[in-house]
């Protein structure tokens, strides 16, 4: 299986600075199809996930353009420019290139100082 | 409104079974692959099982194989797990998504305990 490994695990940030996750793979997440399926999803407290980034830089409808995702490979981010006070929770990344199975990072746990 | 909504969760003693469902509203359930998710208390996120447009192949993760069994009824926009043998470890709230995890449903509690 692949193993998502996130850093860092706490990440306290003060209103209106920039916060960023790396989300490191346990091997390549390109796909022979030309696309890596590397996505970010955003856990407020006491919801349910919900997806930010998929294909490692592509924004969901209505997720804020403060968001990005960036990276290849086995080496993956996700910035977020300037932090609001709606931003925390946790965040996780999760691969599908190389299902089975679908593998989710531990999370970082995103708060405000 | 495009939603998942999930159901059939509740405290159940190991060795028992439980049957999970999730419907569809707003879009057509049959033009998807469903997906289970779950996520122990305070615990990070775990794939459970996964069926086809069709419901011709289905595929489940380690913990679960052959104690659960996804099944689907497009009629109905709905999907389904059935949870037999349970254990303690199989407590989570358990999320329906959508693939490829763009729409979750809010979850349903399963608490295995004696």
């Known amino acids: 299986d692949v193993v998502l490994t996130q850093s860092p695990l706490s990440l306290p940030v003060t209103l209106g600075q920039p916060a960023s996750i790396s989300c490191r793979s346990s091997q390549s997440l390109a796909h022979s199809d030309g696309f890596t399926y590397l996505n970010w999803f955003h856990q407020r407290p006491g919801q349910s996930p919900r997806r930010l980034i998929y294909k490692v830089s592509n924004r969901d409808s209505g997720v804020p353009d403060r968001f990005s995702g960036s990276g290849s490979g086995s080496y993956f981010t996700l910035k977020i420019n300037r932090v609001e006070a709606e931003d925390v929770g946790v965040y996780y990344c999760?691969?599908?290139?190389?299902?089975?199975?679908?593998?989710f990072g531990q999370g970082t746990k995103l708060e405000i100082k | 409104e495009v939603q998942l909504v999930e159901s059939g969760g509740g405290l159940v003693q190991p060795g028992e079974s439980l049957r999970l469902s999730c419907v569809g509203y707003?879009?057509?359930?049959?033009?998807?692959?469903m997906t289970w998710v779950r996520q122990a208390p305070g615990k990070g996120l775990e794939w459970v099982a996964n069926?086809?447009?069709?419901?011709?192949?289905?595929f489940y993760g380690d913990s679960v194989k052959g104690r659960f069994t996804i099944s689907r009824d497009n009629a109905k926009n709905s999907v389904h797990l059935q949870m037999d043998s349970l254990r303690a470890e199989d407590t989570a709230v358990y999320y329906c998504?959508?693939?490829?995890?763009?729409?979750w449903g809010r979850g349903t509690l399963v608490a295995v305990s004696s």
């Open positions: 069926i086809r447009e069709d419901g011709s192949e289905k």
């Open positions: 999760m691969q599908g290139t190389h299902w089975l199975p679908y593998t």
């Open positions: 998504a959508r693939e490829p995890f763009d729409l």
């Open positions: 707003g879009f057509t359930c049959s033009s998807y692959w």
